[in-house]
C-alpha cells in the first residue's frame, strides 16, 4: 500500500498567505494547477518566440509537483522563509526531507518516474526557471486579485513580487505581463 496520492490529496488542505487576510482563501493545490497552466504557456512562448526548445508538458509537470512537499512542512510565509540565510537554507533541507519522504512511499519500481519530479535535476535547470517565474506570476496575480477586492494588505506584496519578476529578465514573462495580466484586472462583464 502507497500512501503517496493520499498526501498529495492533502495539498487542498493547505492554505496560502496565512499572514495575511485574504478576501479569497488559496491552497496550494489550487495554486499548483495555476503554476502548471502558466508554466506550460511560458514554455510554449519562449519556444515560439524567444528561440527556446522545452518540453511544455514536462515543464507543467514540474509545476504541478513543486509544492507537494508542503503537505508535510505546510505552507512557510515568505517573510520567513527568507528571513536571513540560516532560516531559508534550513527551510530548503527541510523540503528535501519532505519531499524524500513523500518518493520513498512510492513503490520503488515507480520512484524513478517520480524523482525529477520530486528533486531538481541539472538537466532541467531551464524548466525549473520556468516555473520559479510561473510561480511569481502567480502570486503576482494573487495579489492583483486581492487589490481588485479592495484588500490592501497585498499592496506591498504586489509591487515586491512584480519587481522580483522584471528583475528575473526573462522575455517569456514579459510577453505573458503584457499579454495576459491585464486581464486580471477587470470585471467578469468586462471580460466579455
Known sequence: MSHFFAYLSRMKLIKRWGLMR???????QEHSLQVAMIAHNLAII???FFGGN???EHVMT???FHEVGEVITGDLATPIKYFNPEIKKAYKAIEVIANKKLYEMLPAELQGDYKALLFPQEEDGESWVIVKAAD???AYLKCIEELKAGNQEF???ERSI???IMSMNLPEVQYFLEVFVPSFSLTLDELD
Do not use: V
Open 62 to 64: 514540474l509545476a504541478c
Open 46 to 48: 519562449r519556444n515560439r
Open 136 to 138: 511569481k506570476i502567480s
Open 54 to 56: 522545452l518540453n511544455p
Open 22 to 28: 485574504n478576501t479569497s482563501d488559496e491552497n496550494i
Open 162 to 164: 512584480k519587481q522580483e
Open 155 to 157: 499592496a506591498k506584496a
